[in-house]
Structures are given as structure tokens and as C-alpha cells.
């Protein structure tokens, strides 16, 4: 076994569910009662903005009574502690990981908190609300933000960042998600053929706990503090 030096995490909803945060798969297969497609598709942009901006946000106004639980505080330590490459890579648009104090965080399906503007194409910070189309900072354009958000058919942000610290990691952790969705889901497999170790922490075991070295299931905000621990006091990944 090699020794452990860098680290990649790979976090999901189920990462912020003990925040209160929705996940996106629930047992009714909706997702803040609606289907995924109506609300998180380009398709459904174009079809009803107005139900989409209204979806997002109501998701952004909600991050507002929400905090940071024992997973995302962990994290935090070990980003802060481990003296290795770490790159915490999210799925999620919250902005809980760094509330809790973790600085190298990777969003890979965007933000909330950021809009889109596609008159001028920037990135802007963005804590308001969209539905009522308001003027793009940057370039004085009204109505043409959208959420920063990586929708089904888009390509997530930053996979080159992404594919490089695979590569380097000698270690792969997944926490809290439940593997449905690629090309995330896939990261395992990558890692795994390159010789990293491979470790998920879910409730349930993800649709590619196959991948998996080990798996630990349960609640993230349990599991992840005394992964850390053992991360930090010395004692390696089995
Ligand atoms: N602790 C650990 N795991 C949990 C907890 C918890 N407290 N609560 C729920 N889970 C697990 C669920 O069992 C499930 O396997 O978290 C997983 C969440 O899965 P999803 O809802 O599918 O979320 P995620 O995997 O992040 O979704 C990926 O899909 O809709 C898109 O872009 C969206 O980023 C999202 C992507």
C-alpha cells in the first residue's frame, strides 16, 4: 500500500443533509416536489424560466437557515491539518464547505450564490433573487442571468483540475452521494485504475460501491468527523 499523501473528496447532497438541505433523490423521486427535468434542465430554462429562477431562488434564500454540520466542520480540519495535496471536490451548489472554514473546495456544479450572465458571459457573485430579472453588474444587460448552475447536458466546471488531482491522489474518498451521476460517479473507477485507495461514506451503499475499497455506511455527520480523526492521529485508511 502506498503511503497517503494526496487526497481527493468527492462530496454529495447527503454531505449537507444533516444541515436540512434536500437531497436530490428522496424516496418520492422528486426533488423539493419537482422532477428533476423541470427544473434542472437547458430544456426547462427555455420552457419556463420563471419556474426555474423561482426553484433556484428559493433554494438561495434557504442557505440563509442553514449551517454547516459535524461532515462539512471536519473537512474543514482536515483541509486545514493535512499537510498532503487535498482538493474537497463538490457536486454541491450550497456553501456549506466553506462556511465551515474549508478553502480548497472545487464546485463542480456550480453555485448558488453565483449568477451567469448571458449577455457578457461573467460569473458574478450573486445573493439576491433572478426571477425578477435584474441587471447584470458587469455589463448593465437586464434579465439575461441565469443560476451558475451545471444543469443536465452541461458540462461541469473545472474537469481538468478535477482529472490532474486524480491522478496524483493516492487516496479517493466519496461522501454522500448516491453515484447516480456522471461524470462524478466515475471519478472512483479513475481513481482506482491509477492505484489509489478507495473509501465511500454513505448512508446507503452508492450505486458504485463495487468501486469501493471500503465502505462506511451511515450518517455523514458521524462517519466523517472519525474518518478524521484517524486521518489526522496518524492511523491509515485500511
Ligand atoms: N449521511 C450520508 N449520506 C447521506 C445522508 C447522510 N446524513 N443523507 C442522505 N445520504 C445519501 C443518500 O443515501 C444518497 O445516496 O446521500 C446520497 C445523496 O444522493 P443524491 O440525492 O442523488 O445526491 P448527489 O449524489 O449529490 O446528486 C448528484 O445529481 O441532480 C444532480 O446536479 C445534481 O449534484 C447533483 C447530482
Not at 56 to 84: C, F, I, M, Q
Not at 90 to 105: I, K, M, P, S, Y
Request: aromatic content about 8%; glycine content about 10%.
Amino acid at each position: 500500500m502506498r503511503d497517503i499523501r494526496n487526497i481527493v473528496i468527492l462530496t454529495g447532497a447527503g454531505v449537507s443533509a444533516e444541515s436540512g438541505v434536500a437531497t436530490f433523490r428522496g424516496p418520492d423521486g422528486l426533488w423539493e416536489g419537482h422532477r428533476v427535468e423541470d427544473v434542472a434542465t437547458p430544456e426547462a430554462f427555455v420552457r419556463d424560466p420563471a419556474l426555474v429562477q423561482s426553484f433556484y431562488d428559493a433554494r438561495r434564500a434557504k442557505l440563509g437557515t442553514v449551517g454547516p454540520n459535524g461532515a462539512h466542520r471536519a473537512l474543514a480540519r482536515l483541509d486545514s491539518e493535512w499537510p498532503g495535496e487535498l482538493l474537497i471536490v463538490t457536486q454541491n451548489v450550497d456553501d456549506l464547505h466553506e462556511r465551515a472554514g474549508a478553502r480548497r473546495v472545487l464546485h463542480m456544479h456550480g453555485e448558488l450564490k453565483s449568477a451567469w450572465c448571458l449577455a457578457c458571459d461573467g460569473r458574478i457573485p450573486w445573493e439576491q433573487t433572478l426571477a425578477d430579472g435584474p441587471t447584470c453588474s458587469a455589463c448593465g444587460e437586464r434579465g439575461l442571468l441565469r443560476p451558475d448552475i451545471v444543469w443536465f447536458g452541461e458540462i461541469p466546471y473545472r474537469m481538468d483540475e478535477i482529472d490532474a488531482a486524480l491522478q496524483r491522489a493516492d487516496l479517493f474518498v466519496s461522501i454522500g452521494t448516491s453515484g447516480a451521476v456522471y461524470p462524478a460517479a466515475g471519478f472512483v473507477q479513475t481513481a482506482r485504475y491509477l492505484g489509489a485507495r478507495t473509501l465511500e461514506m454513505n448512508l446507503e451503499p452508492s450505486q458504485g460501491s463495487v468501486f469501493f475499497d471500503e465502505s462506511r455506511i451511515g450518517r455523514a455527520g458521524e462517519l466523517v468527523p472519525a474518518w478524521v480523526d484517524e486521518m489526522l492521529g496518524g492511523t491509515k485508511v485500511r
